[in-house]
């Protein structure tokens, strides 16, 4: 099942909550699930990539160009006084880029269209 577009702000939301330990991953799929209607199964995915993208820890999925862009995005503008942070999670998606492409034939070109957009963004 397609996620719709508009339930990824809402998943971001959730995604973050559990990052700063507000929620248990748990609670933020149930929560996403009950107001988005996304399984509870694709819920998870959500916080295990923000984790991801923050520390480079552990594992996620593949999700949509919106998403990724979206959490990309909000990441960088939420964390925009922590150079430092920024830093690692344009490293941790560039990671990921990689480790899709290593798993797939085939280039990631969507993914590293967002990622030099947001490099670009970082540096200046």
Known sequence: ????ENV???TYKESKRVFENKLSVKEAAENIH???????TSSIDYAYYFRYLMTGNGSCR??????QEYFLKNI???YKNDNEQKKKTLLH???LIEKFE???VGSKKSMRVIYEKYKKLVEE
């Open 76 to 78: 960088l503008e939420d």
């Open 62 to 67: 593949g999700l949509s160009k919106f998403t």
């Open 8 to 10: 990824i702000p809402y």
């Open 93 to 95: 998606f560039k990671k």
């Open 34 to 40: 009950k107001n988005c209607g996304v399984k509870i």
């Open 102 to 104: 290593g798993e797939k």
């Open 1 to 4: 099942m397609k996620i719709p």
